[in-house]
């Protein structure tokens, strides 16, 4: 089974920034709630939880640029 997530930017950044921790079962439903969620000038992209993504989105707060 995979299981996704939901990282947003605003489209002046190059960089995307988790969500929120939410994790869906399906691809479709993440997508979805990733469309309805997102305000005006973000952007939004579905990954797939597993350990590079959660490293590099879920330990945010851990890497300072």
Do not use: C, P, Q
Not at 16 to 25: A, E, G, I, P, R
Not at 40 to 56: A, I, P, Q, W
Request: net charge positive; no cysteine; proline share 0%.
């Amino acid at each position: 089974m995979m299981l996704y997530f939901v990282v947003f930017k605003n489209k002046k950044d190059k960089e995307y920034k988790l969500f929120t921790n939410t994790v869906f079962d399906k691809e479709n439903e993440a997508e979805e709630f990733g469309r309805k969620s997102m305000k005006r000038g973000f952007e939004h992209k579905v990954l797939e939880y597993n350990s590079e993504n959660h490293d590099r989105y879920w330990n945010e707060k851990e890497r300072k640029d």
